[in-house]
């Protein structure tokens, strides 16, 4: 099963729809799709924490918070990381640090590509990058 690394903006973008209209139909194809166990969604731990933080700040409780986003670990994946994927990231090729562990993340699970609405900040990816739309358009699903 094709592994698929979900940036923060795109698994952000399912739960709050807020994503252009048509990538917002392009991120719910897709999770559909790994619902029906046709890719393996992975997340790292930071875009499950900052899901977390997001869903605190619009129902102002952690419990419900917490239960929405444990919710999504019954579809999708936390990956591992490993921290000598990290001696890749720094400043020079990663101007957006978040992106750059992100990017070491989706090294560390052994994903095949990671989906995102901001492709233009994983110039320096070995893994193809793709936005959510175009993962469809060209074959990924």
């Given at each position: 099963m094709?592994k698929?690394f979900?940036d923060t903006?795109?698994?952000?973008?399912?739960h709050?729809c807020?994503a252009?209209?048509i990538?917002?139909?392009?991120?719910?194809f897709?999770?559909q799709?790994?619902?029906?166990?046709?890719?393996k969604g992975?997340i790292?731990?930071?875009?499950?924490y900052?899901?977390?933080y997001f869903l605190?700040?619009k129902?102002?409780?952690a419990?419900?918070?917490s239960n929405?986003a444990y919710?999504?670990l019954?579809l999708?994946?936390?990956?591992?990381?490993?921290?000598?994927k990290?001696?890749?990231?720094?400043?020079?090729y990663?101007p957006?640090y978040?992106?750059?562990?992100?990017?070491?993340s989706?090294?560390?699970?052994?994903?095949?590509?990671?989906?995102?609405?901001n492709s233009?900040?994983f110039f320096s990816?070995?893994?193809e990058?793709?936005?959510p739309?175009?993962f469809?358009?060209?074959?990924?699903?």
């Amino acid at each position: 099963m094709k592994k698929i690394f979900l940036d923060t903006n795109v698994l952000l973008s399912f739960h709050f729809c807020d994503a252009e209209p048509i990538q917002q139909k392009a991120i719910d194809f897709i999770f559909q799709e790994i619902q029906d166990d046709k890719f393996k969604g992975i997340i790292s731990i930071i875009s499950f924490y900052q899901l977390l933080y997001f869903l605190e700040k619009k129902y102002a409780s952690a419990k419900i918070a917490s239960n929405r986003a444990y919710a999504y670990l019954e579809l999708l994946e936390i990956g591992k990381f490993d921290p000598k994927k990290l001696e890749g990231v720094n400043y020079d090729y990663w101007p957006d640090y978040e992106d750059g562990l992100q990017y070491a993340s989706a090294l560390s699970c052994d994903a095949e590509v990671i989906i995102t609405t901001n492709s233009k900040d994983f110039f320096s990816s070995k893994i193809e990058v793709i936005d959510p739309l175009n993962f469809i358009l060209l074959g990924g699903i």
